[in-house]
């Protein structure tokens, strides 16, 4: 079992679990507790999309341990963000940048759905995906699509090519957990962002409010984190695999590791997790800890009857990174979007 050591004075030396202890958010100020990070045995690699010239990277993060969520006393915070608990990831690789208008257009832009597009339980070819039907306005808002990332794409929409590019690819992509998504923005850090508490430095890292212009701009320009992982925080927002739920984390074990935890997608539309923050976001919003839920919101614009399954007409700040699993566990294996144009 992994103990945490405690740095600071008033408090027990080593803790774990928590509870036992009677530790509290309030007992844990940032830096306190030290993150296990495995050696990592895997190794970063390019993949090529099948039938393309398009390629990207994906980076290796190792496995390990860490606490989820922010303490009471994190500038920013927000009730959703805590309790703080303990959680255990396993190795994975997560694309070095978001997902670019190159990569998806691959997959949509030459061959766009229809509504009567029917889907196999299996497909064997890639061509057998569902994709999205045309787009209601500039999919692109002006921002540009050569090498910028992709944007207004709801979650069924990255879901959906994260199922085309593993059948493509023969490698089982998908979105990453809310926990993975923390721990690789973490790399191994107890701070608000993985370079420390101080947001003057974000500018270095991210496309964000200040310093945006208001509009994305192409992947992979700013520093990259400890791990290797570009615009984590900024640029465009990330969607997670997971439902968002706001007492999420008081459902979670605080005496014990949770391995993996998932919130399962459901056939409901709304709401799901995004996360790092946007172009359009103050720095508490790109935090490492901080998170958002979708809403209707999000398409409070789309005149069509019924409102599009695939894109986002109040969304220009939302988009999405890929990940695969080293070993998947058992709860993701095989997983897939359960939207219908009937959801809600």
């Known amino acids: 079992m992994r103990r945490w050591t405690k740095q600071t004075a008033g408090c027990t030396a080593l803790f774990f679990p928590l509870l036992a202890l009677g530790l509290s958010d309030a007992c844990a100020p940032k830096g306190a507790f030290v993150p296990r990070v495995d050696p990592a045995k895997h190794a970063k690699y390019a993949e090529k999309i099948p039938g393309s010239k398009v390629s990207f990277d994906m980076v290796a993060i190792p496995g390990g341990t ?15 963000e805590g309790p703080l608990h303990p959680v255990a990831i396993r190795p994975f690789w997560m694309g070095k940048c978001e997902v670019t208008w190159d990569e998806f257009d691959v997959w949509w832009r030459g061959r766009p759905g229809s509504k009567d597009d029917k889907e196999p339980e299996k497909p064997k070819d890639a061509d057998a995906v569902t994709r999205p039907t045309p787009a209601y306005a500039d999919e692109t808002f002006d921002m540009g699509r050569e090498g910028f990332p ?3 794409v709801t979650q069924h929409t990255a879901m959906q090519y994260c199922r085309w590019l593993s059948v493509k690819t023969g490698k089982a992509y998908r979105l990453p957990t809310e926990a993975e998504w923390e721990w690789a923005a973490r790399a191994g850090t107890t701070t608000a962002y993985f370079f420390g508490d101080d947001p003057k430095k974000l500018g270095e890292y991210a496309w964000y409010a200040e310093n945006s212009e208001d509009k994305t ?3 992979g320009l700013k520093k990259a984190s400890p791990w290797g992982l570009h615009d984590v925080y900024g640029n465009v927002a990330e969607w997670c695999v997971d439902h968002y739920k706001k007492d999420t984390y008081s459902t979670l074990a605080l005496d014990k590791l949770n391995a993996g935890p998932v919130v399962l997608p459901t056939e409901m539309r709304f709401s799901h997790v995004i996360r790092g923050g946007s172009w359009l976001d103050e720095p508490p919003q790109c935090r490492s800890a901080s998170r958002r839920g979708s809403d209707k919101g999000l398409i409070r614009l789309d005149p069509q009857r019924p409102q599009s399954i695939w894109w986002l007409t109040s969304a220009e700040h939302v988009g999405f990174r890929v990940v695969r699993a080293v ?10 979007s359960k939207v219908t144009r009937a959801s809600r």
């Open 217 to 219: 701009h192409k992947v």
């Open 66 to 80: 860490y606490l989820r969520g922010s303490p009471k006393g994190e500038k920013g915070r927000k009730d959703d």
């Open 150 to 152: 992709l944007i207004s």
């Open 327 to 336: 070993e998947e566990q058992d709860n993701l294996k095989g997983l897939r």
